[in-house]
């Protein structure tokens, strides 16, 4: 065997392609070992689309990056034969090292996503040595490749919710399976209002599932949501999840907190102590100073951290019977404690819509499905965020959450 075979059993080159010359250029920095590779004379190559061999019609120069060659950049170049097929017409044909499009070798894109799997995108297209924005173009292929091939037959109960892939502006919307503990997402798609469920089920109905057997959709209070569903999976009830209701009405103290802040001074250290569970959660010892005070000077920050606090006493009621009487009164202690308060608009406003919702709040006492799945989302997105930073947008952002949450998070693994 000599250095050219060893070189193209590298490679997992086979007749009828030859290694017909190599050089190192030296003037680059790396330096770059360029490998041609050529077609044998006369051979007949396979259409592309149905495998007949024809004769070579003309030829396109074609490179692609392979894995280096020790501390080398290495390239592959060849003369790809285009076949005339009598029924396809002119055609380029397969190379067997690369898949069609792609200016890198299969060998290289393999050893790049293993490396996508230890470490965030940016970090491993410094060490191959490519820009983000190509290792990302691979990462999307292969993840989107595995996508198309998700089963979505027997999908009965979905949760859903938005993120905001960047602070505060360009939305995705993903879809979980709540009866899975591993890998739940199913969906991922951009925006957050009632398009989403329209793709969603589309998507469903391309993947063996049918809208009409989801029978339940684990969501928040937005209206946009629940029309949505109401349109595109007719035979879904819906719960709304704790975890949402808890973060309506943080909101709500979080918006009162910040236009009492602007009219007379809080107390030091106080943002953090409100949003915080006041029971369980640890607050520092400068967090409960701030919040005692708080109490004591009677602001309206301290009424809607009342009433968020007080929030728990809905949760711990035995039976839904019992939770609807305790919504009703927590309502009732709620309005009571705001009276006329142009401050406490925002607690107003939530106590609304957990009144309009109540009978969806009280599914979850009937709802096996709630609260910590959909909380899981949360750590999810963060992790997302993290290891596409970088080069965030919404395609690398979605990508993300497929990788790290979804069975496409094996073209990882098999590689
Ligand atoms: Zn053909």
Redesign the pocket.
């Known amino acids: 065997m000599d250095g050219n075979e060893i070189l193209l059993l590298g490679l997992g080159i086979q007749s009828p392609w030859k290694l017909m010359n190599q050089y190192l250029d030296t003037d680059k920095q790396p330096h770059e070992l360029h490998l041609e590779v050529k077609a044998e004379q006369a051979s007949k190559y396979a259409?592309p689309?149905?495998d007949?061999l024809c004769k070579a019609h003309d030829f396109q120069e074609k490179t692609w990056r392979h894995l280096n060659f020790f501390q080398h950049h290495c390239y592959i170049h060849t003369s790809v034969p285009r076949v005339k097929?009598p029924?396809?017409g002119v055609?380029l044909i397969d190379v067997p090292w690369a898949r069609k499009g792609s200016a890198f070798t299969l060998l290289f894109e393999q050893a790049a996503l293993t490396l996508v799997r230890e470490m965030p995108v940016n970090a491993a297209a410094r060490i191959i040595e490519i820009t983000d924005k190509r290792l990302w173009r691979i990462v999307e292929h292969y993840v989107g490749q595995a996508i198309e091939q998700f089963d979505l037959s027997g999908l009965k109960v979905v949760g859903l919710d938005e993120t905001a892939s960047k602070r505060g502006h360009n939305y995705v919307t993903v879809f979980i399976d709540m009866e899975k503990r591993e890998e739940p997402v199913l969906f991922v798609t951009p925006g957050k209002g009632k398009r989403t469920l329209q793709q969603f089920s589309a998507f469903l109905a391309a993947h063996k599932g049918e809208p009409e057997a989801v029978r339940e959709a684990v969501c928040d209070m937005s209206p946009a949501f629940l029309k949505g569903i109401e349109e595109t999976l007719p035979n879904a009830e819906v719960t709304v999840d704790w975890f949402h209701i808890v973060q309506t009405f943080t909101q709500a103290l979080d918006a009162v907190r910040k236009q009492e802040g602007q009219i007379k001074p809080l107390p030091k250290h106080l943002r953090w102590g409100v949003l915080k569970r006041g029971d369980t959660d640890n607050l520092t010892t400068n967090q409960l100073k701030a919040l005692a005070e708080l109490l004591d000077q009677g602001l309206d920050t301290a009424t809607a951290w009342r009433i968020k606090e007080r929030l728990r006493w809905i949760r711990l009621a035995k039976t839904p019977r019992a939770a609807r009487w305790r919504i009703t009164r927590f309502i009732g202690y709620a309005r009571e404690l705001i009276g006329e308060s142009t401050l406490l608009e925002p607690v107003r406003k939530a106590l609304a819509t957990l009144e309009n919702h109540a009978e969806r709040v009280v599914r979850r006492w009937t709802s096996t499905y709630t609260n910590a799945r959909m909380e899981g989302l949360n750590s999810l997105f963060q992790a997302a965020r993290a290891r596409a930073r970088g080069y965030r947008n919404n395609r690398t952002f979605m990508t993300m959450i497929y990788m790290i949450a979804s069975p496409a998070g094996a073209v990882l693994k098999s590689t």
């Open positions: 259409c689309e149905c007949q097929c029924e396809h055609k």
